[in-house]
């Protein structure tokens, strides 16, 4: 109680520093918030590719077609693998006429048909990885039979590599921002243990713990945190709205990734409260 | 209870504030520590309380010694040793009750007994009318009345006082050594810094220890064993 009381009288000594060590937190988590919106929205779109994600191999003309219902039965017990299709030359001529209407001509007078047999090679949901696709297209390639195998190799790597960016570049602009914060924070502390340096002197004279005298100045950074986590999550809210109405429909984050990232907020206030303490206490004592 | 083993203490360049110091303060022993200002009065204390550590020898208060005590140790020992110091210290937004109050709060005294302790001190130091005056209402005598008041709140085995009555006039000098020697009839270890010549020429009963350029020149305990 004593600390919370003394923490907001802190607030109350140095409101302009309060606030911008409140703003500063605010904004290096304003920036983590909307690259995890970012981020949310490319892992939404990222599953919906993953799902799509099949592996294609492409059959030799000479088949044996016998040879090729073992080759699938195989390929089913392959860990990565949900299921498998075989699609003969006919049925490639006929899907290749249905989804590709404007050449129905060219398919129709067709003498010989040119497109191979294939199968075709869903993955399980766990496996729609990059790294995953192509273990499965290198073993099935082994086949004598197969001529060729093609998967989205490049359009998984790219979204891989877009989830990769959005992450490191939360990471890394949150980050320079967070230490910015902490030093901050860590001015106000300092500054609020100068102006009470008299009372914590007579505080280790009588002898009350380090613990008893930090824990006000602790309080007062997990405050500043707290409020810098909740200006964040306004923030981050406010521009999610505008981007949603006026450029590209996207979707708010799950819930509890804002209760982590208040978590968070007041946990990165707390230790730069307890670092700056630290420090400053030492130099305090009777004389 | 207080022992000094060959104490030398140097503060970087500017020499010896103490040069091979040794005495030993008994169990319920009141005395004055005395000597001219630089002579190293307040480096004793300094010492005695631990808020620095011996260049060389060793300093035991109690169970506790400056060779080995650990920082976190520090607070149980300052609650065995009261300090007063000559220019009171009191919290000037606080009442006298509240000034006291504010030692037992945070030395972990529960909240109940808080209030009828510090009734019990200040009537102890004869000011139980002035609970609710600010410091600036009360003279200097009352103010350091309630400084030892404030110091007598958790205990403590030893009182340690660096010119108490620097800042006083004779009569309030008078009325805080007397009260010291009340505390040091209780059983309290008292040890009191002063230069004030008149104050040990009217207490010939009390020991005198006189240091003079960080060293001890003379300590009637020892001349009355010789």
Known sequence: MRSVREALAGFGRAPLLGGLSVAAIGVSLLIVGLFAVAGHNVDRALSGVESRVEVVAYLRDDVDEELVGLATAEIEAYPEVAGVTYVSKVEALYRASQEMTEFSDVFSDLEVNPLPASLVVQLASDSRTPDAAERVADRVEGYDFVEEVRYGREWVDKLYRLRRIVGGGALLLGGSFAIGAVLLIGIAVRMAVLARRREISIMKTVGATEAYIRRPFLVEGLVTGLFGGLLATALTYGAYRIVDRTLLPLEWVPEWWMAVGLLFAALLGMLAAARAVRRELRNIDVY | ?226
Not at chain 2, 21 to 29: A, D, P, T
Not at chain 2, 32 to 48: C, D, E, N, P, Q
Not at chain 2, 141 to 155: F, K, M, P, S, Y
Not at chain 2, 188 to 214: F, N, Q, S, Y
């Open chain 2, 1 to 226: 209870m207080i022992k000094l083993q060959s104490i030398t203490m140097s503060y970087g360049r500017t020499g010896h504030a103490l040069d091979d110091v040794s005495l030993h303060v008994r169990k319920g022993e009141i005395a004055f520590l005395t000597g001219a200002s630089g002579a190293g009065k307040t480096t004793v204390l300094r010492l005695i309380h631990m808020q620095a550590k011996p260049t060389k020898g060793e300093v035991r208060v109690s169970r506790f010694s400056s060779a080995r005590i650990r920082r976190r140790e520090l607070p149980e020992l300052r609650r065995r040793v009261g300090f007063v110091f000559q220019d009171f210290r009191l919290l000037e937004s606080l009442t006298a009750a509240e000034n006291v109050a504010f030692a037992l709060e945070c030395t972990g005294t529960p909240r109940a007994k808080i209030g009828p302790r510090v009734q019990k001190l200040l009537a102890q130091v004869g000011l139980a009318a002035r609970a609710r005056s600010f410091p600036r209402e009360l003279s200097g005598g009352e103010q350091q009345r309630v400084a030892i008041a404030r110091a007598l709140a958790t205990e403590p085995l030893v009182l340690l006082a660096d010119e108490p009555t620097g800042n006083l006039d004779e009569r309030a000098s008078r009325g805080v050594f007397q009260l010291f020697r009340r505390i040091n009839a209780s059983g309290t270890t008292v040890l009191m810094a002063t230069h004030d010549a008149e104050l040990i020429r009217h207490h010939p009963d009390v020991r005198v220890i006189e240091l003079e350029h960080g060293r001890v020149v003379f300590d009637s305990a020892a001349e009355n064993d010789a």
